[in-house]
């Protein structure tokens, strides 16, 4: 047994070089190595070194764990488990964590393989063509793993340095993006259903930290469609960190619209509605854009001339990447990043109660702005904002802010 000083266990995360043009580089490592510490907190330590990310790991964390870290952090392109033994070491140790590395790989479905080995130690009693035939023949041996030198699913990397010896296996697809935080801070529009957490997660991989918002709309929405933007809201903190959920009372504009606005238009003027007082909301979260799950066409209030009369009211860049995803596109990724289970709960939102039976699909904006004529907007919105709640959300954990926690 090899005394646990002798041999490191790391995971090595790459990012691409791409997004480092110039001055980025240094904030784009210092929030991805923050994202990565925050979800490993005490089990591992995390540096940035030639350009990569390295997760070195406590005695006894492990390595998957931090192999999921890092692919659940936006900027990583790839996560490769490695390990790093201290000469003089064993030919026999070296082939065993090999083994070990291939083993994982075998988990995640690799078939075939090659050992690429280095030597940097010329002095070394193998050379790297030797190294390839023992190491591969003791990998195919222990496994059943094909070896493969021209399509292999996986290149086990050996490096014999003069000091240690440095083995490291697959290498796992991470998300991409930009860290989180790089690109500043954005409100999410969260209803609830299918589409707006995969909004949110799209630009949150582009660098936005997340806030949130909920138009809630009780009684005539139950507590079950406010527990599913809850659950809706910690799934995406497992990409995105930490993300502060705005819950505002939304019953008495619904109500309001209902009586004061002609049923056609009604659709337009709530979200109008929403998109004020999602403004409000981030201009106390420091936030730069909104964010909606708009997917230009998939109903009445997502044509252009709709989207073109809810747009107006924002002042901040309204961001909706789903614009032009169709809804097979939106369910596959809603199941990969595991909201999908959470959206198709059956409790509607606010909308759905409160929609007209024949929406004006073409509105023009001078036609939703008369339609809100009658409505006392200022005194709606003070009134919804000073009822809401506000809540901050981990993947284990969901707290009331109190109002001093919010800045
Ligand atoms: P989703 O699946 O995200 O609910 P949708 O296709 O049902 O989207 P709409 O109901 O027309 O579309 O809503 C369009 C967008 O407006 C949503 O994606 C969301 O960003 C926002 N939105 C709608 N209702 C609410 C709500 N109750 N609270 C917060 N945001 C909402
Ligand atoms: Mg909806």
Same mark, same amino acid.
């Given at each position: 047994?090899?005394?646990?000083?002798?041999?490191?266990?790391?995971?090595?995360?790459? +990012?691409?070089?791409?997004?480092?043009?110039?001055?980025?580089?240094?904030?784009? #490592?210092?929030?991805?190595?923050?994202?990565?510490?925050?979800?490993?907190?005490?089990?591992?330590?995390?540096?940035?070194?030639?350009?990569?990310?390295?997760?070195?790991?406590?005695?006894?964390?492990?390595?998957?764990?931090?192999?999921?870290?890092?692919?659940?952090?936006?900027?990583?392109?790839?996560?490769?488990?490695?390990?790093?033994?201290?000469?003089?070491?064993?030919?026999?140790?070296?082939?065993?964590?090999?083994?070990?590395?291939?083993?994982?790989?075998?988990?995640?479905?690799?078939?075939?393989?090659?050992?690429?080995?280095?030597?940097?130690?010329?002095?070394?009693?193998?050379?790297?063509?030797?190294?390839?035939?023992?190491?591969?023949?003791?990998?195919?041996?222990?496994?059943?793993?094909?070896?493969?030198?021209?399509?292999?699913?996986?290149?086990?990397?050996?490096?014999?340095?003069?000091?240690?010896?440095?083995?490291?296996?697959?290498?796992?697809?991470?998300?991409?993006?930009?860290?989180?935080?790089?690109?500043?801070?954005?409100?999410?529009?969260?209803?609830?259903?299918?589409?707006?957490?995969?909004?949110?997660?799209?630009?949150?991989?582009?660098?936005?930290?997340?806030?949130?918002? +909920?138009?809630?709309?009780?009684?005539?929405?139950?507590?079950?469609?406010?527990?599913?933007? +809850?659950?809706?809201?910690?799934?995406?903190?497992?990409? @995105?960190?930490?993300?502060?959920?705005?819950?505002?009372?939304?019953?008495?504009?619904?109500?309001?619209?209902? #009586?004061?606005?002609? #049923?056609?238009?009604?659709?337009?003027?709530?979200?109008?509605?929403?998109?004020?007082?999602?403004?409000?909301? @981030?201009?106390?979260?420091?936030?730069?854009?909104?964010?909606?799950?708009?997917?230009?066409?998939?109903?009445?209030?997502?044509?252009?001339?709709?989207?073109?009369?809810?747009?107006?009211?924002?002042?901040?860049?309204?961001?909706?990447?789903?614009?032009?995803?169709?809804?097979?596109?939106?369910?596959?990724? @809603?199941?990969?990043?595991?909201?999908?289970?959470?959206?198709?709960?059956?409790?509607?939102?606010?909308?759905?109660?409160?929609?007209?039976?024949?929406?004006?699909?073409?509105?023009?904006?001078?036609?939703?702005?008369?339609?809100?004529?009658?409505?006392?907007?200022?005194?709606?919105?003070?009134?919804?904002?000073?009822?809401?709640?506000?809540?901050?959300?981990?993947?284990?954990?969901?707290?009331?802010?109190?109002?001093?926690?919010?800045?």
């Amino acid at each position: 047994m090899v005394p646990l000083s002798t041999r490191e266990e790391l995971v090595i995360g790459r +990012y691409a070089e791409i997004a480092l043009k110039g001055g980025n580089r240094r904030p784009f #490592e210092r929030a991805l190595v923050r994202r990565v510490k925050d979800q490993l907190g005490e089990r591992a330590r995390v540096e940035v070194s030639g350009g990569r990310v390295l997760v070195h790991l406590v005695p006894g964390a492990a390595l998957s764990d931090a192999t999921l870290a890092l692919c659940r952090s936006f900027g990583v392109v790839s996560a490769q488990p490695a390990v790093r033994l201290l000469r003089p070491v064993e030919m026999s140790e070296v082939a065993s964590e090999v083994i070990a590395l291939a083993q994982q790989a075998i988990q995640r479905g690799a078939s075939s393989f090659k050992v690429a080995a280095r030597r940097a130690d010329k002095g070394f009693f193998l050379n790297s063509l030797e190294l390839n035939r023992v190491l591969g023949a003791a990998v195919a041996e222990a496994t059943g793993l094909r070896v493969d030198v021209h399509h292999s699913d996986l290149e086990l990397e050996v490096d014999v340095r003069p000091d240690a010896v440095f083995l490291a296996g697959v290498r796992v697809a991470g998300p991409g993006g930009l860290p989180t935080g790089v690109s500043g801070r954005a409100v999410a529009l969260l209803s609830g259903g299918i589409d707006s957490p995969v909004a949110a997660y799209l630009a949150a991989k582009r660098g936005l930290a997340l806030s949130a918002v +909920y138009f809630h709309t009780f009684p005539y929405t139950g507590e079950g469609a406010r527990q599913k933007v +809850y659950d809706l809201c910690r799934r995406l903190t497992v990409y @995105a960190g930490p993300v502060r959920l705005w819950v505002v009372h939304f019953t008495e504009i619904q109500e309001a619209i209902a #009586e004061l606005v002609p #049923e056609p238009m009604r659709t337009v003027v709530a979200r109008r509605m929403m998109v004020r007082l999602a403004e409000e909301v @981030a201009r106390r979260e420091h936030a730069g854009a909104l964010i909606t799950g708009d997917s230009l066409g998939q109903v009445a209030s997502q044509t252009l001339e709709a989207l073109s009369a809810i747009g107006e009211i924002s002042t901040l860049p309204l961001l909706r990447p789903l614009v032009a995803w169709d809804k097979t596109e939106i369910v596959s990724l @809603a199941r990969r990043i595991d909201t999908y289970s959470v959206s198709i709960r059956p409790f509607d939102d606010c909308c759905v109660l409160f929609a007209p039976q024949h929406p004006r699909t073409r509105p023009t904006r001078a036609e939703a702005a008369r339609a809100e004529e009658r409505l006392d907007i200022k005194t709606l919105m003070a009134s919804a904002l000073r009822k809401s709640e506000r809540l901050r959300a981990t993947p284990g954990s969901l707290e009331p802010l109190t109002l001093q926690d919010v800045r």
